[in-house]
């Protein structure tokens, strides 16, 4: 096969970093992974996720034009981890030669101080607690409020600028205008779930500049999963809710090689007695594209749902994931799979050399 020339292509400085000894009582470490377009096409990143919750990524939310650079950020929670680590934060892309780019981060978080050469004395910092709010369940039919607390716990009087990077379904109550060394103050962050678009997981930082030579710089981070909100239902509101039923769950696209094009499709049916409402048909991996006509099937009506899975570079069994939100109260958030079999290619064999 011909390889791809013509397209987005993402090129990475590095791709694993190793903290080394660090102490648990910094946190956080962090690290930027910086990245280039080589290529021709406009480069975005589609989403990145990490190995385990206790690290939490950012990164170039804007289009990449060529020759452009971007980053991927890797933050690490220190507390409670004594011990080596080593976690995976995935990228993916529409970069043609690597559309998913696995990073690195390793290192040792020890209890006690790190002895240097020179005794090092702490001076302090913005302290958030806890650094990440948490919304786990928020419900799409109300808002719901939680609360930290900020600490100056620097040794000078630190005044705090207005908020950044603060979305349209947020709101933060309390902010102080100033803190002096060792004062704290309770603010409340306040999500509204009738104002956010998509269900699930979704997590944001938010920036909070500062006068303080120490950290100009600061901010915590607000994680949410949306869920729809459904009343108690009897035995008879249920006969008469809808019901999605899919012909199928798990389609085996059987074996090929990496670089083939697949398409199929699923038939989604509400068997119910109302009207069901399709709110998202998401694919965990860029690689499936999804195709459907209409978000609300009348009782009785079907639908076909078209997928079209691009293998790409990708070798071995691949299961590929779909996940369903739909208004069905008995189930509404499942799972659909793509299975295919992708036998690595044999290398080619230098026909004067054995090896």
């Not at 020339?5 to 190793?18: L, M, P, R, V, Y």
């Not at 035995?235 to 090689?257: N, Y």
């Not at 049916?269 to 048909?281: P, R, V, W």
């Not at 195709?291 to 009785?300: A, Q, V, Y």
Request: hydrophobic share 30%; net charge positive; aromatic share 10%.
């Amino acid at each position: 096969m011909t390889p791809k020339t013509d397209g987005a292509k993402i090129e990475f400085s590095e791709k694993q970093h190793n903290f080394g000894d660090i102490r648990e009582d910094i946190k956080y470490a962090t690290h930027r992974f910086s990245f280039k377009n080589i290529g021709n096409r406009d480069l975005f990143i589609n989403t990145v996720q990490t190995s385990c919750g206790c690290t939490t990524p950012d990164w170039t939310r804007d289009t990449i034009k060529p020759g452009g650079s971007g980053f991927v950020d890797a933050k690490y929670e220190t507390i409670g981890r004594i011990g080596s680590f080593q976690k995976t934060i995935t990228v993916y892309s529409n970069a043609v030669n690597f559309p998913f780019v696995h990073l690195d981060i390793l290192g040792n978080v020890q209890k006690e101080i790190i002895k240097k050469e020179a005794e090092y004395v702490s001076p302090g910092q913005i302290i958030f607690n806890p650094s990440t709010i948490n919304f786990k369940p928020l419900f799409d039919h109300k808002s719901d409020t939680q609360t930290f607390r900020i600490t100056n716990g620097t040794t000078f009087s630190t005044q705090f600028s207005g908020l950044e990077n603060l979305p349209a379904f947020c709101q933060v109550i309390g902010m102080p205008q100033n803190l002096e060394p060792n004062e704290s103050a309770k603010v409340k962050v306040v999500l509204d779930g009738r104002k956010i678009n998509a269900y699930g997981f979704g997590a944001f930082e938010v920036a909070v500049p500062t006068d303080n030579m120490l950290y100009p710089y600061t901010g915590f981070y607000v994680a949410y999963d949306r869920k729809q909100y459904f009343p108690k239902l009897g035995s008879r509101e249920m006969s008469k809710a809808p019901k999605l039923t899919t012909d199928k769950t798990v389609i085996d696209l059987g074996s090929a090689e990496s670089g083939e094009i697949f398409n199929t499709q699923f038939t989604f049916t509400n068997s119910g007695k109302t009207d069901l409402k399709i709110h998202e048909i998401t694919p965990q991996c860029p690689c499936v594209k999804v195709e459907f006509t209409k978000n609300t099937l009348k009782p009785g009506e079907s639908m076909v749902v078209k997928m079209r899975f691009d293998t790409g570079i990708k070798h071995g069994k691949s299961t590929q994931t779909i996940s369903v939100i739909c208004n069905d109260p008995a189930q509404s958030e499942r799972s659909l799979y793509l299975v295919a079999h992708l036998p690595e290619r044999e290398k080619p064999k230098c026909a004067t050399c054995p090896r």
